[in-house]
């Protein structure tokens, strides 16, 4: 009898494995993949040493956040974008390819093994006097913009390109050997704006606007924010948007660069994220300097006929971004 009830327990806890076993099974090909909208966007930032940061803290900054195809341990403004992206609750796969000195021209012929891949996004920024050889003339940044594009294009059709168009350099305007000597220091951002208009042009079907970020240096120049010509000193209450060389960009410039990319890129005000931004704060900035350049920011980006609105946001500092992930 003993034994007619063991056998009779073995059948019945077998049994119930096996459905337990089938259940799992089922429920296993029942799930629901994770949606393509959850996967974070990839961002990668091609330009030069306007992007990666020369001359200034932000070269070096948390470059553990962002993906240097390089190797070359950059964060720069990138990494600027993805902390600003992050504390707004937005999630991004940021990467970078930069090489100082460069136009386009140049990723193009020597990195497509590296930057040829099916990008979200893509913000890419060329030579600061539009060609090293030709200051002024956008003939080489219109060409190699649009074979940047068709690069690009052939790997994602739906890639989103955006031109970052940089800002006057004082080096290139106050000495007499600039080539925009004697001209407002506003003069040369405008023509940069003018020549990457015709690189926009020249392919807009995956290149889908300038960021005008000269032109944001321009407002903060008229507007008190910063100091026009650093070579007579720097005004008291004003910011110095040039790092030493009167060329590069301070913190500062670097800061409102990647404030205007983001608010272009995401639709969100950069205002809201507030005086106590966590990169303004560890780049050593003050309150003030920060809620100041976000409002340049906003203004520059909203002036703008296609961009009448920027959304709000509350701001929040992650874990992930206090331990420097």
């Known amino acids: 009898m003993k034994n007619k009830l063991l056998i009779r327990t073995i059948r019945f806890l077998s049994f119930a494995v096996v459905c337990w076993c089938s259940l799992q099974t089922l429920w296993a090909q029942e799930a629901p993949t994770p949606p393509k909208g959850d996967i974070a966007p990839s961002v990668l930032f091609i330009g030069n040493s306007f992007t990666y940061g020369a001359g200034s803290p932000v070269r070096f900054y948390r470059a553990q956040i962002v993906t240097d195809l390089n190797g070359e341990g950059t964060g720069g403004v990138p990494a600027l974008f993805k902390m600003f992206a992050a504390e707004a609750g937005r999630e991004f796969k940021v990467s970078l390819e930069t090489a100082g000195g460069k136009n386009f021209d140049f990723h193009v012929k020597n990195k497509a093994a590296v930057i040829g891949r099916a ?21 080489l940044l219109v060409r190699s913009a649009r074979e940047l594009a068709e690069l690009l294009r052939n790997k ?24 925009w000597h004697g001209q407002p220091i506003e003069k040369m951002a405008l023509d940069i704006r003018a020549g990457y208009d015709l690189a926009a042009a020249a392919d807009s079907s995956a290149i889908h606007g300038v960021i005008p970020v000269g032109e944001a240096w321009n407002r903060a120049f008229n507007t008190g924010v910063a100091d026009p010509n650093p070579y007579d000193g720097i005004s008291a209450g004003q910011i110095n948007l040039w790092t030493y060389d009167n060329y590069h960009a301070s913190a500062f410039g670097y800061y409102l660069e990647a404030l205007m990319i983001f608010g272009d890129l995401t639709g969100l005000d950069p205002r809201s994220l507030g005086k106590s931004e966590r990169a303004a704060l560890e780049l050593g900035f003050s309150p003030d300097q920060a809620a100041a350049l976000q409002k340049v920011a906003f203004d520059e980006l909203t002036a703008r006929k296609d961009r009448a609105r920027l959304e709000p946001f509350r701001a929040v500092v992650t874990g992930s971004l206090i331990n420097g992930r």
């Open 119 to 139: 990008w979200d996004f893509v913000v890419a920024q060329g030579y600061s006097t539009l060609d090293q050889n030709k200051p002024g003339d956008p003939a």
């Open 156 to 179: 994602n059709p739906k890639v989103d390109i955006r031109l970052v168009a940089t800002w006057s350099r004082a080096d290139q305007t106050y000495p007499e050997t600039g080539h």
